[in-house]
C-alpha cells in the first residue's frame, strides 16, 4: 500500500509518530516463528497492532486482519501468515496479543493520570450503538499485550498482568526503541524495503540506541542474530543502503576469502533519520574485493616493498 493511502485510511497525524517496541521481541519471535522470512511480518504486524491500540483507530476505520495485510504489501487472502496474526495464533501464543472484541475509542495524557483509554463498552449506549451499527458483530481486534503489561504474567489468571499494575512500553521505556510511524509507512510503500527492511532497519536501529552510534557487526552474525536466511539479510541490507535508511562503514580497506581472521573487520551501521530517506535508489560505496590469487600477489609486493621494493597499490581492484 502507498504511503499516501496509509496515511489516509488511517488518518495520522505527525503528533502520532512515536512508538516504542521492546528490544526483547527480536529474541522472542525467533524463538516462536519456525520461518525466519516470516519474523518480519509478525515484528511488521505487532508494530501495527500496537500503534492503532496507542491512537484509538479501530474504531473509525474499522482496521481487519485483511486490511492490515494489505498495509504489510500482502494480498487479503493470503492465507501463509494466518498462523501468526489470527486468533490464538502465533503472537497470541507468545503472549504478545489477545484477541479482542472491546477496543478504545479515545484516548488521553495527563500529569495526574498519564495514558489512560475508554473502551467502546464503557462509552453510553447511543455512542456504542453508533458504533457498533457500522461494524461487523464478529469484529475483533488485538489487545497489545506488552504494550501495557511487560513482564509477569500469571498464566492461572488469564488477564491478570501483575496485577493490573501497568509496566509496558505504552508507559515505560526502559529497553525499547523507537521507531517512528513515518519509517513504517515509508517501508510499507516501497516493496523493495516492505516488511523485512522494516524489522531489519529496527533491529539496526535498537542497536544503534544501545551503543549510542554506529554497530559493529559481521554480516553472517547479523544474519544468525535476526533469524534472517543470510541471503535475505543480504538483500535486504543492500537495499536499506540504497535507500539511505543505513550507513555502512567498511573499517578495513579490502575482502578477500583467503583473509586471515586477525585481520577481519566488522562493518560500523548507523541508521539514518526518515527525513534522509531517499525516493530513489543511489549506489553507495562497495567494499574492494581481492581474489585469492591478488591478494596473496599482494602480499608479497607488501614483502617487497619492506624490503625496499616498488609496490603497485593498483593491485586491488573495486567490484
Same mark, same amino acid.
Given at each position: 500500500m502507498k504511503y499516501e493511502e496509509i496515511e489516509s485510511l488511517l488518518k495520522f497525524d505527525e503528533k502520532e509518530s512515536k512508538l516504542f517496541m521492546p528490544n526483547e521481541?527480536?529474541?522472542?519471535?525467533?524463538?516462536?516463528?519456525?520461518? %525466519?522470512?516470516?519474523?518480519?511480518?509478525?515484528y511488521s504486524y505487532y508494530y501495527l497492532v500496537n500503534w492503532l491500540y496507542r491512537h484509538a483507530k479501530f474504531a473509525y476505520n474499522q482496521i481487519d486482519n485483511r486490511k492490515m495485510k494489505e498495509i504489510l504489501g500482502y494480498n487479503p487472502d493470503t492465507k501463509g501468515i494466518d498462523y501468526i496474526l489470527k486468533k490464538n495464533g502465533a503472537l497470541d501464543t507468545m503472549g504478545y496479543t489477545e484477541t479482542v472484541k472491546?477496543?478504545?475509542v479515545v484516548w488521553e495524557l495527563s500529569e495526574d493520570d498519564g495514558l489512560t483509554f475508554t473502551l467502546l463498552s464503557e462509552m453510553d449506549d447511543y455512542f456504542k450503538e453508533e458504533i457498533k451499527g457500522s461494524i461487523s458483530r464478529k469484529y475483533t481486534v488485538k489487545f497489545p499485550v506488552k504494550a501495557f503489561h511487560r513482564h509477569i504474567y500469571d498464566e492461572?489468571?488469564?488477564?491478570?498482568y501483575n496485577n493490573g499494575y501497568e509496566d509496558g512500553t505504552f508507559f515505560e521505556v526502559d529497553n525499547t526503541h523507537l521507531i517512528p510511524f513515518?519509517?513504517?509507512?515509508?517501508?510499507?510503500?516501497?516493496?523493495?524495503i516492505g516488511c523485512t527492511g522494516f524489522y531489519l532497519y529496527a533491529f539496526l536501529k535498537m542497536n544503534n540506541q544501545i551503543f549510542r %552510534?554506529?554497530?559493529?557487526?559481521?554480516?553472517? =552474525?547479523?544474519? @544468525?542474530?535476526?533469524?534472517?536466511?543470510? =541471503?535475505?539479510?543480504?538483500?535486504?541490507?543492500?537495499?536499506?543502503?540504497k535507500y539511505k535508511m543505513v550507513e555502512g562503514i567498511h573499517n578495513q580497506e579490502f575482502f578477500c576469502i583467503a583473509l586471515e581472521d586477525h585481520k577481519r573487520k566488522a562493518n560500523s551501521y548507523i541508521t539514518n533519520e526518515f527525513t534522509q530517506f531517499t525516493n530513489e535508489p543511489?549506489?553507495? @560505496?562497495?567494499?574492494?574485493?581481492? @581474489?585469492?590469487?591478488?591478494?596473496?600477489?599482494?602480499?608479497?609486493?607488501?614483502q617487497n616493498q619492506e624490503n625496499g621494493q616498488e609496490f603497485d597499490s593498483d593491485t586491488i581492484t573495486q567490484i
Open positions: 521481541i527480536f529474541e522472542d519471535l525467533q524463538n516462536n516463528i519456525k520461518k %525466519g522470512v516470516h519474523i518480519p511480518v509478525a472491546d477496543f478504545p492461572e489468571m488469564k488477564g491478570d513515518e519509517v513504517f509507512m515509508y517501508c510499507m510503500n516501497n516493496d523493495k %552510534g554506529a554497530y559493529d557487526i559481521p554480516m553472517k =552474525t547479523l544474519a @544468525e542474530k535476526t533469524g534472517l536466511p543470510y =541471503t535475505t539479510m543480504t538483500d535486504s541490507l543492500s537495499n536499506l543502503r543511489v549506489e553507495y @560505496e562497495r567494499i574492494k574485493v581481492l @581474489e585469492v590469487e591478488e591478494y596473496f600477489e599482494l602480499l608479497e609486493k607488501q
